[in-house]
């Protein structure tokens, strides 16, 4: 791979890029400090590359690369189902023994088994006593149908940050649990391979951290959270709201970042978007819909920031 030469800015990049591709040229748009290097795949097509570059440099606003993104983003398409559809078909077993699965993804599957655990210590839910003074956002007391816990975050302002985080542990049913591990397991091993384990935890933590802050402190119409009413509140618990951060990174990067190849296919992104919008709507029962939305928002934002999770 070399470098054709180097563009100030990210939307400039992005289209010749696009427009590269859709000469057959494979490029990529890489950040360099304050400006974007054009790297070309096919080292054969350089001396081509750098006079389309130079091209480019000489008249951007060219009527020829109007269309180029509309264009490039098909050809993604087309090349990602193609993919999709040998993969079935071809094993490389170099690749399989090279990156076993545990070293590829160790965060991802660390974070399944220990909701899986939790889980089976819990009874699904059933049996809560276990964890209800340790990994709820707050520590919460249970009467029977009554619920009191002290107002205002005070264990986390104690120092115990990891409440933060750990709610996303706790599972309050087996399908409950089933579904979100199904759905950590895809979006997890997706981003965690090409991310790297560091970088997706801190999307984890950033995702779990303010989605259960942002259910904490929802002072909307009364909800009924695993059979207690509240309008926020410390009783709230599972993965969905990391599985919504993840799809939003996701999304955004299949649809908006035109320099990679796509996460998700168009039938994953409308089914979740469909799920999102028919939890609000109360027809699936209590569901932490606030944990969703500041998810699925810190994803997305995420998603746009190559500083924060580079290429």
């Not at 990891?162 to 199904?182: E, G, Q, Y």
Request: glycine share 8%; hydrophobic share 45%.
């Amino acid at each position: 791979m070399r470098q054709a030469g180097t563009i100030p800015h990210q939307a400039d990049a992005c289209r010749l890029v696009d427009y590269l591709l859709t000469q057959g040229i494979e490029a990529k748009a890489d950040t360099l400090g304050d400006e974007w290097a054009i790297w070309i795949y096919d080292e054969n097509r350089l001396a081509e590359s750098k006079a389309e570059f130079a091209a480019f440099q000489a008249n951007p606003a060219d009527p020829r690369y109007e269309g180029a993104a509309r264009k490039a983003t098909s050809l993604r398409r087309e090349k990602a189902a193609a993919q999709r559809k040998s993969a079935g078909k071809v094993i490389d077993a170099r690749q399989r023994w090279a990156t076993p699965v545990v070293r590829a993804t160790p965060v991802t599957l660390t974070l399944i088994t220990v909701s899986v655990l939790i889980g089976i210590m819990t009874g699904f839910g059933r049996q809560l006593g276990p964890v209800e003074p340790y990994l709820f956002i707050a520590r919460i007391h249970l009467d029977g149908d009554a619920m009191s816990y002290q107002p205002g975050l005070q264990e986390v302002r104690h120092g115990q940050l990891w409440r933060l985080v750990t709610p996303i542990l706790i599972h309050m049913d087996l399908l409950h649990l089933l579904f979100n591990m199904m759905w950590l397991w895809v979006f997890g091993r997706a981003i965690e391979s090409r991310r790297g384990s560091v970088r997706f935890m801190l999307l984890v933590v950033a995702g779990a951290a303010i989605s259960n802050l942002a259910q904490y402190a929802y002072r909307g119409p009364e909800l009924i959270l695993f059979g207690h009413e509240t309008a926020g509140g410390p009783y709230f618990g599972g993965m969905s709201g990391v599985n919504y951060a993840l799809f939003g990174y996701c999304w955004i990067r299949s649809e908006w970042v035109r320099s990679e190849s796509p996460y998700l296919d168009s039938r994953t992104t409308f089914m979740f978007l469909v799920w999102f919008v028919v939890c609000f709507t109360g027809a699936v029962g209590p569901v932490a819909n606030i944990a969703h939305a500041a998810g699925l928002l810190v994803g997305a934002m995420v998603a746009f920031v190559p500083s924060l999770i580079p290429k």
